[in-house]
């Protein structure tokens, strides 16, 4: 039985990077958001550097009253202080660390980062680019420049995936295709392709109808409109994690509230402290941060969305099953990366 999944509409091809845990924020009205590197990651490479940002209104409350620690203080250093809104570690064991803030005159719940300190992991990726009649999906080039936005994203749990070849073949019938006829039929061609080389394989194709990625395991299908997104997003499956959704109206009533305001408890692992805060921008709803996750099943156009790793697992809609057994199910979903992702078989 075939376990091809259909996966996400297309994403803009030009990635925007975001705080991968969403910005903690205190009593503001302020944006959140986009700014250079990821802020808030999950993960802080051994020996690496990542920083870490909390909005506090007003503006002129002072950085000097802002205060950082590192849960275990071993963990991480901070490079150029501990105080101010931002901060920049350097990490130096492996492990959790909790990362604290403590506010002069603010007797309030603190807010709390979650990361984990991980040695740089190295995936092992090849590349095949299908064409017919000399028509092919992709371009070498445009395959490394897809890889290197797959690496932006996959930096903030200190993941490289490393692509060690590209390949061409020419086959009739293989180019565009409805992958669901005769069972599946093309995409297990394809997928034959090559067996056994201990990573990911990457199989560019053209059209293959709504379908935009597929995946077996580490067997991945990609059609030619997709971006980086898609294949970060499919290699995500690969190590474990779920799709997940706020609604999906022609399968299930159940859906995420459109009013659910993000609090600890539907991403308990990722920023808290107290179980009734998450810490999230003034207006940001839990709907929110779920379209802005990696593994958000179906991504929207919004600059930015969906690239968001999340330490741990988050509130939301998803499905175990596959095609047509698939359950529906509101409860945490198996999407947090240190909770439910696991690249080891994969690795180089
Ligand atoms: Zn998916």
């Known amino acids: 039985m075939p376990a091809f999944r259909p996966q996400r509409p297309p994403l ?8 991968a845990a969403v910005l903690a924020l205190l009593a503001s009205a302020a944006a959140p958001a986009r700014a250079e590197g990821f802020l808030n990651p999950a993960g802080i490479v051994l020996g690496g550097t990542a920083t870490f940002r909390v909005d506090i209104a007003p503006a002129a409350f002072p950085d000097a009253a802002i205060h950082w620690t590192a849960e275990p203080s071993s963990r991480v250093s901070f490079l150029s202080g501990s105080s101010g809104r931002t901060v920049t570690v350097r990490g130096n064991t492996p492990g959790n660390v909790f990362l604290r803030v403590e506010i002069d005159g603010y007797a309030g719940a603190h807010p709390v980062a979650n990361a984990r300190v991980v040695p740089l992991s190295i995936v092992k990726a090849d590349a095949w680019i299908i064409g017919d009649g000399g028509v092919w999906a992709r371009t070498e080039d445009e395959v490394r420049g897809i890889f290197d936005d797959v690496n932006d994203i996959f930096s903030q749990i200190g993941v490289v995936v490393s692509l060690d ?3 061409f073949t020419n086959h009739t019938g293989w180019l565009n295709f409805n992958p669901r006829a005769n069972n599946w039929a093309v995409p ?4 034959s392709i090559t067996n056994g080389t201990g990573g990911l394989v990457y199989y560019f194709v053209g059209n293959m109808g709504s379908y935009y990625g597929l995946h077996n395991g580490g067997d991945i299908l990609i059609k030619n409109t997709a971006t980086g997104v898609t294949v970060a997003h499919e290699a995500g499956h690969a190590f474990g994690l779920s799709d997940i959704y706020t609604a999906q109206t022609n399968e299930t009533a159940l859906a995420v509230s459109p009013a659910l305001e993000p609090t600890l408890g539907n991403m308990p692992n990722d920023w ?7 810490f999230y921008s003034a207006g940001l709803t839990h709907s929110d941060i779920v379209t802005r996750l990696l593994m958000y099943g179906e991504g929207d156009s919004g600059d930015g969305a969906g690239i968001d790793l999340s330490y741990g697992d988050v509130y939301g809609l ?5 095609q047509h057994q698939r359950q529906w199910q509101l409860s945490l ?5 240190f909770q439910h992702a696991n690249p080891g078989p994969y690795l180089k």
């Open 12 to 19: 803009p091809a030009r990635l925007f990077r975001a705080g």
């Open 165 to 167: 070849s590209i390949s």
């Open 188 to 191: 297990n061609q394809i997928t």
């Open 272 to 278: 808290g402290s107290d179980s009734a805060l998450g």
């Open 318 to 322: 998803w499905y175990e099953g596959v």
């Open 333 to 337: 979903a198996p999407v947090g990366f």
